[in-house]
């Protein structure tokens, strides 16, 4: 993996590690490009290139191809976000349980040491569509996390030159809660859209109502950014999906929120955070 460097390596930076290209801008895209758009320096790990996903239309890749597509794909999301660097970790997409997790967690470490982050975001445990790879990613990214910080863990990247690391911030991004959902679904209900294919597509992913959201993102002000990230990754986007049907007044609605659980460290009960970084350092 190229090192991840950046200009200035004590100044903010959030770190999103994922599993497949379009994961980034449906979880946290608005929340990212927020943050580019303050200069907090952005970065991205993907486990996969995504090569078993749909391909929506045949004329822009082939079940041979279509890593190396959606590769690209997340490269001009990302650009789009302005997030700064995105580094793929070379595992199969829909192959998590044949993954080389070693391998793939020291890569995570040596990113984490590397980068400094702030803050680093995964994966809820549960994968959020308990996608074995998400899965897969959130144990790992979370291991990692802590693994960057104990000089005991890949000794043998200290010996290279990087030193432990302990990021300040690990959050989980999650969908919204059941009530969150039904809140979204009576806004677009009273702007007159049809319900019922959000209702299919989202009802199961809701959130427990018992979890614990310490940041609710109101990125309305970069939902358009997160649409048009969104909209890069073309082979997963059929005219028919809910993204590229949905109505230009649904859109802060149905992508103007984002949730986040704080990990680690654990915050008080009640605590709430107007945003990833805020209060630091
Ligand atoms: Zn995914």
Redesign the pocket.
């Known amino acids: 993996m190229r090192p991840l460097t950046r200009p200035d390596p004590d100044a903010p930076c959030i770190l999103g590690i994922?599993?497949?290209p379009?994961?980034e801008s449906f979880m946290v895209g608005g929340t990212l490009a927020h943050y580019a758009s303050q200069g907090v320096y952005t970065a991205i790990l993907c486990a996969t290139k995504g090569e078993a996903g749909e391909i929506a239309d045949p004329s822009l890749a082939t079940r041979e191809t279509l890593g190396q597509v959606r590769a690209g794909e997340l490269r001009r999301a990302a650009r789009v976000l302005g997030v700064r660097a995105v580094r793929f970790l070379g595992e199969l997409d829909g192959q998590a349980a044949t993954w080389n997790v070693e391998r793939l967690r020291s890569l995570m470490v040596q990113a984490i040491r590397q980068l400094r982050p702030w803050a680093v975001v995964t994966f809820p445990p549960g994968g959020t569509?308990r996608?074995p790879?998400?899965m897969a990613v959130s144990r790992l990214a979370t291991e990692a996390f802590h693994w960057a910080a104990d000089p005991s863990r890949y000794p043998w990247q200290l010996v290279r030159g990087l030193a432990p690391f302990q990021a300040r911030r690990l959050f989980y991004g999650h969908p919204p809660s059941s009530v969150g959902l039904e809140r979204v679904l009576a806004r677009l209900a009273k702007l007159g859209i049809p319900t019922e294919k959000f209702r299919e597509d989202f009802g199961g992913l809701a959130l427990p109502e018992e979890t614990d959201i310490h940041v609710v993102m109101d990125v309305s002000a970069t939902v358009d950014v997160k649409l048009r990230a969104l909209l890069c990754h073309r082979t997963q986007m059929p005219a028919e999906g809910f993204v590229r049907a949905l109505p230009p007044e649904a859109l802060p609605v149905v992508l103007g929120t984002e949730f986040f659980q704080q990990v680690w460290p654990v915050p008080a009960p009640g605590v709430q955070l107007g945003g990833l970084l805020d209060g630091l350092p």
Request: hydrophobic share 20%; net charge negative.
């Open positions: 994922f599993a497949h379009d994961d569509t996608h790879d998400h």
